[in-house]
């Protein structure tokens, strides 16, 4: 039963590092989404993807990319790491659109030094 | 611009008395409104959702009422108990394939 499983948990980057946070989920869902949680804000979109082969940006990606080779995996990839990026991360996933709840992952704590 | 917003920070509640989380929304265009639950060090979980065709849900000791002519939307929970304390996110989308816009979350604590 394990849904949404994001790797690793917890992170520590240098400035200009790189690093791919991978996702996966085992419901068979399309759509998949990456958010990211600043102290005392709501999730903002980074990237979301409405199939295999197919992503798009939300609404905070610079500094990101993504692929989605396969249903299950979502990998978020940061170039060139900024202390700006210092969040947490979560995955999610749905069987359709923003109207099916949402998926979450347990998140990924990252913080660049 | 914040288009769904979540005003109060945190809210504190003795056991056995009601929640009132409050949420209002900007962008007239949101349809579709979900109530997110979040524990600490763990990802958000779907509470209860509304339909702007309706003005009211109800699941269990949780309902969600819509007043769409003021945008305002609110989170009940009777009788509230100390396992309810985490932090709720308010959520909203303007059509079945469009993407949430999350509010900034609102922490409740439950007091014995």
């Known amino acids: 039963n394990a849904g949404v499983t994001q790797t690793p948990k917890f992170r520590i980057l240098k400035i200009g590092q790189s690093m791919t946070l991978q996702c996966t989920q085992d419901m068979n869902h399309n759509y998949m989404y990456w958010y990211r949680q600043d102290p005392g804000m709501g999730l903002k979109l980074i990237y979301y993807?409405?199939?295999?082969?197919?992503?798009d940006k939300g609404e905070v990606p610079n500094g990101y990319n993504v692929s989605r080779s396969t249903t299950e995996d979502f990998p978020l990839r940061l170039e060139l790491a900024a202390p700006s990026q210092t969040s947490v991360y979560f995955c999610a996933s749905s069987p359709q659109g923003a109207q099916a709840k949402l998926f979450f992952g347990s998140g990924t704590q990252l913080s660049v030094l | 611009d914040q288009q769904v917003k979540q005003n109060s920070p945190s809210l504190s509640v003795q056991e056995g008395r009601i929640s009132i989380l409050n949420c209002d929304y900007t962008?007239?265009?949101?349809?579709?409104f979900l109530w997110y639950k979040k524990y600490p060090a763990e990802g958000p979980t779907f509470l209860i959702s509304i339909s702007s065709i309706k003005d009211k849900n109800e699941d269990g000791r949780f309902t969600v009422f819509l007043n769409k002519s003021a945008k305002h939307l609110s989170l009940h929970i009777v009788p509230s108990q100390p396992g309810d304390s985490a932090v709720y996110f308010c959520a909203a989308s303007p059509g079945a394939n469009s993407k949430l816009t999350f509010g900034k979350g609102i922490t409740l604590s439950v007091r014995p």
């Open positions: 962008n007239s265009m949101f349809d579709y």
């Open positions: 993807s409405v199939g295999a082969g197919i992503t």
